[in-house]
């Protein structure tokens, strides 16, 4: 049960900024695993950022992207850090969701009000200005 929370967690991080992405092919890079211990709350007290990135490139052997079964790898040594089982940690990875941090742009009147437009474009652009052919 925990361990299939797990694996929709790493697809999740996996599929960041992607589509169609299934274990089968799910793939995540060193940031994206650093961004999922971070959110997770894995990184705090004996495990640092460095202990993470470190732990990372030991378990992907200088390939740039690591798999599921490599992931968890990657979460066996990091419950050996902190002391706990790894049932622990699919647990608190059970409860993680993907922050997706993203900013909304701000109102801007001379851009978002059609009613200020000025010139051509207060007739619908340059080709209905023109009399488009």
Not at 104 to 129: E, F, I, L, N
């Amino acid at each position: 049960m925990a361990e299939d929370c797990a694996q929709q967690v790493f697809i999740k991080y996996a599929s960041i900024g992607k589509t169609g992405v299934t274990l089968a092919n799910a793939t995540v890079d060193g940031a994206k695993f650093a961004k999922l211990c971070r959110e997770s709350r894995l990184v705090c007290g004996a495990l640092t950022p460095m202990d993470v990135e470190a732990i990372y490139l030991r378990v992907s052997k200088g390939f740039s992207r690591i798999n599921y079964e490599t992931f968890l790898k990657a979460l066996a040594e990091i419950a050996a850090i902190k002391k706990v089982s790894l049932d622990a940690l699919f647990n608190k990875l059970a409860e993680v969701d993907p922050l997706a941090a993203t900013t909304k742009a701000d109102y801007v009147r001379h851009h978002d009000d059609k009613s200020t437009y000025t010139g051509v474009y207060r007739h619908g652009g340059p080709r209905h200005a023109a009399g488009a052919k």
